[in-house]
């Protein structure tokens, strides 16, 4: 409401990453304790947790869009396919190599009343994207549109299962690091506690 009385666009959702139906790992909270030992340079599990969750976020949000890209291409060519099929026989228009080389191909049919700079802007882009969008299907072994779609399919899984696979290492990196920083406390107040005793009981 504040922000909205002052007309900002942010906005704050409470909610958890899954009940907002988001794909994202949540980090593990760290605690005091664990931060301090984080400042001094003391890597601890639930900070290594943290950054390897952070990657795979980061890793995932990099495969979303690239599949986000590749659904809306699929989309694309899905409308034209009739006019590939005419083209070409019905094995190879549904290699996507060749269904991209396509589509590349009908962008630049599109541009042709485009300015010179235009159209040599608008190739470059798509030639980047279809670079990236091929190195990406060789490397997951995708050559035809039923692999794809069985990526896809799949894909959508990950997320939700590494989840489960965190949860028991999240468990176990609160217990450790708990100890952890339970003996980095009592190294810290053991002089003091030496001192008082000393004082009080001599």
């Known amino acids: ?13 409470l909610r958890s990453y899954a009940r907002q139906g988001l794909d994202i790992v949540p980090t ?3 605690g005091a304790a664990v931060r301090q030992m984080e400042k001094r340079g003391i890597q601890t599990n639930i900070g290594n947790l943290n950054r390897e969750i952070r990657a ?5 949000k990099s495969i979303r869009q690239l599949i986000q ?13 009739k006019e590939l099929l ?13 269904l991209l080389m396509k589509y590349m191909e009908i962008r630049k049919e599109e541009r042709k009343d485009w300015t010179r700079a235009g159209q040599n802007r608008g190739t470059s882009q798509d030639l980047k994207a279809v670079s990236e969008a091929l190195s990406y299907l060789r ?17 959508g899984k990950s997320a939700a299962d590494y989840r489960n696979q965190m949860k028991p290492k999240e468990a176990r990196s609160k217990v450790i690091d ?5 003996r980095t406390d009592c190294k810290e107040c053991k002089p003091v506690y030496e001192k008082y005793q000393k004082i009080f009981f001599k």
């Open 1 to 13: 409401r504040y922000l909205e009385a002052n007309n900002r666009p942010e906005r704050v959702d």
């Open 28 to 30: 593990v909270h760290e």
């Open 56 to 60: 795979v976020n980061n890793l995932m």
């Open 69 to 81: 890209n590749l659904k809306g291409w699929i989309t694309e060519l899905g409308e034209k396919r």
């Open 86 to 98: 005419a083209q070409k026989a019905a094995e190879e228009a549904t290699l996507l190599p060749n």
């Open 139 to 155: 490397q997951k072994g995708l050559s035809t549109v039923e692999d794809l779609e069985a990526f896809l399919e799949s894909s």
């Open 178 to 182: 708990g100890i952890l920083a339970s």
